[in-house]
């Protein structure tokens, strides 16, 4: 996959604002691509720039993801608990309450 395409899904991950999330495939429908959840997935596993908040990306029932637990398990949860993201008892993301809501990019 091109540079380009997981540099437009870097973009719109900058854009979540702490204590929100958006799910693999609604990055992935804002950047003209709503087949592509799996890659925008590829896109955050690679990431290496810490300015792109890669954890606020979840799947799309609000479950969290083994490979951004970089330091220990639990990471990717913390994080975002640590910014107020609420998660429901089976462990999930409250995506009713958490959901970024993208409205008009530039």
């Keep these: 996959m091109s540079g380009q395409v997981f540099s437009a899904f870097y973009r719109i991950v900058s854009q979540i604002p702490a204590g929100k999330v958006a799910t693999y495939g609604q990055v992935a429908r804002l950047a003209g691509m709503p087949r592509c959840a799996r890659t925008v997935g590829y896109a955050m596993a690679g990431c290496k720039d810490p300015a792109v908040p890669c954890h606020r ?3 799309r029932f609000g479950g969290t993801k083994a490979c951004f637990d970089t330091y220990a398990p639990g990471t990717q ?16 993301v409250d995506l009713n309450r958490c959901g970024w809501e993208a409205g008009h990019l530039p």
């Design 77 to 92: 949860r913390a994080l975002l608990e640590s910014e107020g993201v609420l998660f429901r008892p089976d462990g999930t």
């Design 57 to 59: 990306v979840v799947d």
